[in-house]
């Protein structure tokens, strides 16, 4: 089996500013940790890079909640059916890193809160500042827009904007084995407390023995369709990966109207690429 890895900067409704070579770092060191490692070292490190620079949403780029603060999730899962997941970090940058020691080191699937920090605390993750220049500045407008209404025409007022957005990536190794993973702040606007798509597994992140999925745009479309998941599902039925994608995004699109986008890799090494965003960034590597 020819290893591969594929990589998304997250799919946007406007043009979306995000440095290419960041991406193709990501591609390249999720790579050569394959070549040393597994499908799920590629996954992790390729994702961390993503996490580190504050043009991605996700880490240190992370987007606010309502309330000034950004909580980063994430999710990774592996062919043999093991999974982690993690929402609601307070200060810690690598969310799947978290996601990957909830999955290895203990025996349930997601934490979330305070208890997930301590958890990151205990493993020995670093707690930082995630504040970013780009984060800051929307929540800036966001904030200015709501700060004079109620709770409820708050409310009302947020639905009116939609953007989303994660990084995420798919790994095959050279035995074959595949892993997904997917890390982010959620979207903007969004109301503290709120959790994205992106930890609940089958829905932003996905894997079994057939295919590896990580998703990215409105987390709550992606959610109701359990997109990452129904993916897989029409792989297991029999469609090639580009054509599973491709299904499954104008299936959103159909019962949803929102945007959201997707990667893909099955058992084979094939590839499926979809999205109706207006841009979604993507490198693969073989
Ligand atoms: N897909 C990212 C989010 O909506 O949280």
Same mark, same amino acid.
Request: hydrophobic share 35%; glycine share 10%.
């Given at each position: ?5 594929? $990589?998304?900067?997250?799919?946007? @409704? ?6 290419? /070579? ?5 591609? /390249? ?15 992790? !490190? ?9 043009? =991605? ?32 970090? /307070? ?25 997930? +920090? @301590?958890?990151?605390? &205990?493993?020995?993750? /670093?707690?930082? *500042? ?6 800051? +500045?929307?929540?800036?407008?966001? &904030?200015?827009? $709501?700060?004079?209404?109620? =709770? *409820?025409? +708050?409310?009302? !007022? ?14 095959? #190794? ?7 993973? +997917?890390?982010?702040?959620? @979207? ?21 023995? &057939? ?12 959610? !109701? ?11 297991? #039925? ?18 949803? #109207? @929102? ?7 099955? #058992? ?6 979809? &999205? ?6 993507? $490198?693969?590597?073989?």
């Amino acid at each position: 089996m020819n290893p591969r890895i594929i $990589v998304h900067g997250g799919a946007g @409704r406007h043009e979306i500013d995000q440095p290419q /070579d960041i991406l193709e770092t990501a591609a /390249d060191s999720g790579y050569a940790a394959m070549e040393e490692g597994t499908a799920v070292d590629a996954v992790e !490190t390729a994702v961390n890079v993503l996490e580190d620079h504050p043009a =991605f949403n996700a880490g240190n780029g992370a987007k606010y909640q309502l309330d000034g603060n950004p909580r980063p999730e994430a999710a990774i899962m592996t062919g043999n059916g093991d999974a982690g997941a993690v929402t609601d970090l /307070d200060g810690i940058c690598h969310a799947i890193s978290v996601a990957r020691a909830i999955m290895e080191q203990t025996h349930h699937v997601m934490l979330s809160g305070p208890f997930a +920090t @301590r958890f990151a605390d &205990h493993c020995g993750f /670093d707690r930082q *500042d995630l504040s970013s220049e780009k984060a800051a +500045t929307e929540w800036e407008k966001m &904030h200015a827009m $709501v700060e004079d209404l109620s =709770f *409820d025409e +708050t409310i009302e !007022t947020l639905k009116e904007y939609d953007t989303g957005g994660t990084v995420g990536c798919v790994a095959i #190794d050279a035995d074959g084995s595949l892993a997904a993973g +997917t890390s982010t702040g959620g @979207r903007s606007p969004q109301l503290a407390g709120r959790m994205g798509d992106t930890p609940m597994i089958g829905c932003g992140t996905y894997c079994n023995e &057939h295919a590896a999925v990580s998703a990215t745009g409105i987390g709550e479309a992606i959610i !109701t369709m359990t997109l990452a998941r129904r993916c897989v599902e029409y792989r297991e #039925d029999g469609m090639q990966p580009a054509v599973a994608t491709e299904n499954a995004i104008k299936a959103l699109e159909e019962k949803t #109207d @929102r945007h959201a986008g997707v990667i893909m890799l099955d #058992d084979n090494g094939e590839t499926g690429i979809s &999205h109706n965003a207006d841009e979604m960034n993507t $490198v693969v590597r073989e």
